[in-house]
């Protein structure tokens, strides 16, 4: 009976029906109805989930809050450096072809700028929200203990048996970051030769010059050649023979160059007016003189193949003998005369065919 009476005083408290921490619904229920069971209904069916959903609420609500002002300081951050200007000469009258590299640099920086942006947006989301699908299940009774445990063993599992995935993803984010090339570049990787076509975290796909499309995983990367990174430089080997005057060649040559570099369609492909940096080979028959010119982007090919014209052709008006190979001619009698092939070759020709020509009409 005391015990029955006892229960009954408890149950007919506030702290009896809503605990010794009286939520603020219980506790306005209590104060205006002063029902046991009423409160005790609020508290189990209304405060309680109540309570667990505002909790829910407020960390997804910080979460995105979180997230929205790290994206807005990392678009800050890479805005700031896509728009950065890049160091120029002092000289204010800039040349076209200069000023056209400066902008593709330009171009470059944003474009590298605005991917590491989005990388590293995609990284503070998935951080953010990871921690807080966390704080949720915690806060839902969950017991993370054995969640933790086999994501740790998972991600154990997945570094041994994932190694070369890894490895490709970390290879392809110092690519972008430290810029080793883009879309658009003429690279050299190990056996391929082309242009990159596309790129991604994972592999890099290029096409080379006979149109064979190359799949390079960025792992298995650990040296590339950029032909085409802010400049690039035209080389020209250009044989001639060994008894003419060396100084008068180059004299030649500097014309020829200095034509192209004055023409105002070829001057927007230079960056510097062609050098002739001399004899480059010596043989006993020939001197290989080289030119070199420094070029806009992936534009080296055809400054190479004009300059290479024009300095046929100035070589040739200044009655400069091309430089060419031994070759041995065999005649019909079975004799064998070493001749140059650059020299003289049609003629003998000629006259073997008339020799050779009138034998047989004899015959």
């Given at each position: 009976m005391f ?5 009954a ?19 306005l229920?209590?104060?205006?109805t ?9 508290q189990i069916?209304?405060?309680g989930?109540l ?7 407020f960390?997804?609500?910080l979460?995105m ?5 790290a ?6 951050i ?5 728009t950065?200007?890049l160091?120029?000469?002092g ?26 942006g ?7 989301s998935?951080?953010?929200f ?6 949720v ?13 086999s994501?740790?063993?998972?991600g154990?599992?997945?570094g041994?048996g994932?190694q070369?995935?890894v ?5 392809g984010?110092l ?16 056996d ?6 596309a790129?991604?975290?994972?592999t ?8 064979v499309?190359?799949?390079?995983r960025?792992?298995?990367?650990e040296?590339?050649?950029n ?11 250009y ?6 005057d060396l100084?008068?060649i180059?004299?030649l040559m ?6 192209l ?27 290989t003189?080289?030119i070199?010119a420094?070029?806009a ?19 040739d008006?200044a009655?400069v003998k091309q ?11 079975g004799?064998?005369t070493?001749?140059?092939a ?22």
């Amino acid at each position: 009976m005391f015990h029955a009476t006892g229960l009954a005083h408890v149950l007919g408290t506030l702290t009896g029906s809503c605990g010794d921490n009286p939520g603020i619904a219980c506790r306005l229920t209590w104060d205006i109805t002063h029902s046991s069971n009423a409160a005790q209904v609020v508290q189990i069916y209304v405060a309680g989930p109540l309570s667990q959903v505002l909790r829910i609420a407020f960390v997804i609500v910080l979460a995105m809050i979180v997230r929205t002002i790290a994206h807005r300081v990392i678009n800050k951050i890479t805005e700031g450096a896509a728009t950065a200007s890049l160091p120029v000469a002092g000289n204010t009258r800039i040349h076209k072809a200069a000023a056209a590299v400066h902008a593709a640099g330009m171009e470059r920086r944003e474009q590298r700028a605005r991917a590491l942006g989005s990388i590293l947006r995609s990284g503070v989301s998935i951080l953010v929200f990871g921690i807080a699908a966390l704080t949720v299940l915690g806060y839902l009774g969950v017991d993370l203990t054995p969640l933790l445990v086999s994501t740790t063993v998972l991600g154990v599992a997945l570094g041994f048996g994932a190694q070369n995935l890894v490895r490709d993803y970390l290879a392809g984010i110092l690519m972008l970051v430290e810029d080793h090339y883009g879309v658009g570049d003429m690279i050299n990787v190990k056996d391929a030769t082309g242009t990159v076509e596309a790129m991604s975290l994972l592999t890099t796909r290029l096409r080379d010059v006979n149109g064979v499309v190359w799949h390079i995983r960025n792992g298995s990367i650990e040296v590339v050649g950029n032909e085409s990174q802010g400049w690039s430089r035209a080389v020209i080997d250009y044989p001639v023979p060994y008894e003419e005057d060396l100084a008068r060649i180059r004299l030649l040559m500097e014309e020829a160059a200095g034509s192209l570099y004055r023409e105002r369609g070829w001057r927007k492909l230079l960056l510097e007016k062609p050098e002739v940096w001399g004899a480059q080979e010596l043989s006993s028959r020939e001197v290989t003189m080289r030119i070199v010119a420094k070029t806009a982007p992936m534009r080296q090919w055809e400054v190479a193949r004009e300059l290479r014209a024009r300095v046929k052709s100035a070589l040739d008006a200044a009655g400069v003998k091309q430089a060419g190979p031994e070759t041995v001619v065999i005649s019909t009698s079975g004799e064998a005369t070493l001749s140059r092939a650059a020299e003289g070759s049609g003629a003998d020709g000629a006259e073997e065919g008339t020799t050779d020509g009138g034998g047989a009409g004899s015959a």
